[in-house]
């Protein structure tokens, strides 16, 4: 998929801001054909209410803040393509620092137009099924993203805190009031705007917010987390390891996960 004028690696520079802020933004990482194409895929799946697991109600509150649908690699050969990108692998692997990356999921994020309700501060490792930390997200902006449209800020360096209760996404509870200490007091976010075709890397510990989306058409990112070889079960409930029967301790592995790079 790589192509001319598509950013290749992350940078040391790169890789350094990440372990000190629990994020960064590359800019540039897929090729305008390659936006075009998942555009249209995602698109597709959408109207269609078809590929991947829909996880909202559409006229639900969940939906006004994320509308968003679950693992669409499975069902869409572009959006497979995509996902097991070797090289895209490669630099969140090389963000996180281990061997190997599995595939946790893919979601497809849309903030549709029309009563938009912004995405509050949370972490993401609360709400998945993992006893350890590490994994990170890949936020790819399918849409030029700004304040106006639900681009995503970052608060640098709060993965350090730990990992803490899940917020409702609709009714959130303030997680800066959770933090032992008032730890990240006077902390400032960084806003991420993003061209279509750039992205942000992000821990699942970092805490991250989007504003709405106040414009006419979608807000469209497509987001791939993978997670360290070696992440075990944790027993939490999860759309994507309910139906596996998996043990507490069990590693998180096989056809459901698979590598997607390794040293
Ligand atoms: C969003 O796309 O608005 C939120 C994404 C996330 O929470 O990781
Ligand atoms: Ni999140």
Redesign the pocket.
């Known amino acids: 998929m790589a192509s001319m004028g598509v950013t290749a690696a992350v940078t040391e520079e790169q890789v350094a801001f990440y372990r000190e802020n629990g994020f960064v933004q590359v800019d540039d990482v897929i090729s305008p054909a390659t936006v075009a194409a998942l555009r249209q895929a995602l698109d597709a799946t959408y109207r269609d209410d078809a590929g991947g697991i829909h996880t909202s109600a559409r006229d639900s509150a969940y939906a006004k803040?994320?509308d968003q649908r679950v693992n669409v690699w499975r069902d869409h050969p572009v959006v497979r393509e995509h996902v097991f990108d070797r090289r895209l692998a490669e630099m969140a692997r090389r963000l996180a620092g281990v061997r190997a990356v599995r595939l946790w999921h893919d979601q497809a994020?849309y903030?549709q137009p029309g009563d938009s309700k912004p995405?509050p501060w949370?972490q993401?490792l609360p709400y998945w099924p993992m006893a350890e930390p590490g994994a990170l997200?890949l936020?790819l902006a399918l849409d030029d993203v700004d304040e106006h449209n639900?681009a995503?800020s970052f608060v640098p360096g709060s993965r350090r805190v730990g990992s803490l209760p899940g917020i409702n996404l609709v009714h959130p509870e303030d997680i800066f009031a959770m933090v032992p200490g008032g730890a990240l007091a006077g902390v400032k976010p960084v806003l991420c705007r993003l061209r279509a075709g750039s992205c942000t890397f992000?821990d699942g510990r970092t805490f991250?917010?989007?504003g709405a989306n106040h414009t006419a058409a979608p807000?469209r990112?497509m987001?791939t987390i993978y997670m360290p070889e070696g992440t075990t079960f944790n027993d939490k409930g999860h759309i994507v390891t309910d139906p596996l029967g998996l043990r507490p301790g069990q590693a998180l592995a096989g056809e459901a996960f698979p590598i997607l790079a390794e040293a």
């Open positions: 803040v994320l994020l903030k995405t949370h993401d997200s936020w639900g995503m992000h991250h917010a989007a807000r990112a987001v």
